[in-house]
Nanobody
Framework: QVQLVESGGGLVQPGGSLRLSCAAYGSGFSINAMGWYRQAPGKQRELVAR???????NYADSVKGRFTISRDNAKNTVYLQMNSLKPEDTAVYYC??????????WGQGTQVTVSS
């Protein structure tokens, strides 16, 4: 059984920063791509950023230049550094991990609220 544990969400003022973390726990697994998605109230879940095993990244246009995704393969952890946050970034952020031969896993979600 593989479990994802997210942390780092919270309330921040516009222009502020937050760093999200997501660690995968379990045994006998290998990770392919890792990513972050978000879902705002009344909207569909959308991809925010994704990173492959080799470090190739892609971002939603709305976050390019402000968010940075990274990973620590030794710790099975993915990070999302979010800078210059805007009210429209308010959402529940979900970690997603693509396990080799074992399918996909989602984190429990962490709330990010950008408000003055």
């Amino acid at each position: 059984q593989v479990q994802l544990v997210e942390s780092g969400g919270g309330l921040v003022q516009p222009g502020g920063s937050l760093r999200l973390s997501c660690a995968a726990y379990g045994s006998g697994f290998s990770i392919n791509a890792m990513g972050w998605y978000r879902q705002a109230p009344g909207k569909q879940r959308e991809l925010v950023a994704r990173i492959t095993t080799g470090g190739t990244t892609n971002y939603a246009d709305s976050v390019k230049g402000r968010f940075t995704i990274s990973r620590d393969n030794a710790k099975n952890t993915v990070y999302l550094q979010m800078n210059s946050l805007k009210p429209e970034d308010t959402a529940v952020y979900y970690c997603n991990v693509d396990l080799i031969l074992r399918g996909n896993r989602w984190g429990q979600g962490t709330q990010v609220t950008v408000s003055s």
